[in-house]
Each structure stands twice: as C-alpha cells, then as structure tokens.
C-alpha cells in the first residue's frame, strides 16, 4: 500500500489546549481506532514531544512539523510504514540550552520546578527536560496547578519513583528520582 491510498484520521485539539483541557485521552480513544495501515495527523498548539515516546511504545512513530507559532502538525504511522514519514518535512528542532547544574562533591543533585501558571503542556515537557539533564539518582522536585496524571504514566514508563503530595489549594508537589 502507499501513503497516497491510506485513509488519513486527524484530529485537531487546538482548542482544547486553549482551554487549558486535558486532550489525552480523546488522542489515545482516536489511537485505539487507527488500523495499521492509516495516516493519523495530530494538530496541536505545541510540539507533542512526550506522545511521540508514548506513541512509539505503542507501535506509531511520528513526524512533527511547525507551521505557525501555535500550530504544528504531527504525523503518526505505524512502525511498518515508517518510511511514509520520509515524505514529511520536520521544523527545525528548537535547541534547549542546557542549564548548568552545581554539583555538589557528594550526594545527588535536586532540581526544583515551579511549574504552577503554565499552559499545558509546558510542565510535563520542562519536568521531563530536567529529568533528561539527571543522573541516575538524581531528583526533580515540581510543584503543579494539578495532579500530573499524564506525567505520571510517563514516569511509571520510565521506572522512576515518585512521590504525590496534594496540597490544601488544589496544587500537588511531585518528587522524582531518576533510576
């Protein structure tokens, strides 16, 4: 089969994003119906960094592309037909400066985030950065508007231990550590 004879499922969940919804789980409920042989088209106000892992555990790999400031597109097919992919062309990668962390002698390292007041999914993405700049061992302590539930699935993923802590106004204190 060609890419140009695959049915095409998009899904647009730029407006949800702007209303500060959580668009998981009506990506995943779209996931579920993909044959393996369709073309699903993501369009959201970000960069989906994180779904791309989730999704390539779960068999898809995509292609993201930015067409506008808060639009880009990602293209997701199943692992067989990864070279339909090779026909999409890819936004040039935002480089992230790398923070420099003092490290103590001895011990780990603990990386703090405030992550409250920021549009979804800018505090998975900033948690999930730090975490990348960890060593084994080391923490990432983040205090959210909510529960990180996404997060946490990601996190369970990777094998960290974590640690929830709900607060009295609604906000929750998450400590990770890196396995």
Same mark, same amino acid.
């Given at each position: 089969?060609?890419?140009?004879?695959? @049915?095409?499922? +998009?899904? $647009?969940?730029?407006?949800? %994003?702007?209303?500060?919804?959580? =668009?998981?789980? &009506?990506?995943?409920?779209?996931? @579920?119906?993909? +044959?393996? $042989?369709?073309?699903?088209? %993501?369009?959201?106000?970000?960069? =989906?960094?994180? &779904?791309?892992?989730?999704?390539?555990?779960?068999?898809?790999?995509?292609?993201?592309?930015?067409?506008?400031?808060?639009?880009?597109?990602?293209?997701?097919?199943?692992?067989?037909?990864?070279?339909?992919?090779?026909?999409?062309?890819?936004?040039?990668?935002?480089?992230?400066?790398?923070?420099?962390?003092?490290?103590?002698?001895?011990?780990?390292?603990?990386?703090?985030?405030?992550?409250?007041?920021?549009?979804?999914?800018?505090?998975?993405?900033?948690?999930?950065?730090?975490?990348?700049?960890?060593?084994?061992?080391?923490?990432?302590?983040?205090?959210?508007?909510?529960?990180?539930?996404?997060?946490?699935?990601?996190?369970?993923?990777?094998?960290?231990?974590?640690?929830?802590?709900?607060?009295?106004?609604?906000?929750?204190?998450?400590?990770?550590?890196?396995?």
């Amino acid at each position: 089969m060609h890419p140009q004879d695959a @049915k095409v499922v +998009e899904l $647009d969940v730029r407006e949800q %994003l702007r209303n500060k919804l959580e =668009p998981f789980q &009506l990506i995943m409920d779209t996931v @579920k119906t993909l +044959e393996k $042989d369709e073309i699903f088209v %993501l369009h959201a106000t970000f960069k =989906p960094t994180p &779904l791309l892992g989730f999704l390539k555990m779960k068999g898809l790999v995509g292609k993201s592309v930015m067409h506008d400031k808060e639009h880009w597109i990602t293209t997701f097919v199943h692992k067989k037909n990864k070279a339909w992919l090779d026909g999409v062309d890819t936004a040039k990668e935002e480089a992230e400066t790398p923070t420099a962390s003092n490290e103590p002698a001895a011990g780990n390292n603990i990386i703090h985030l405030d992550n409250r007041g920021l549009e979804p999914p800018q505090p998975m993405v900033r948690t999930l950065a730090a975490l990348d700049r960890c060593k084994p061992g080391d923490e990432v302590h983040i205090h959210n508007d909510r529960v990180p539930v996404f997060l946490i699935e990601e996190l369970n993923s990777l094998g960290c231990t974590y640690t929830v802590e709900e607060q009295p106004d609604g906000t929750a204190k998450v400590q990770i550590r890196k396995p």
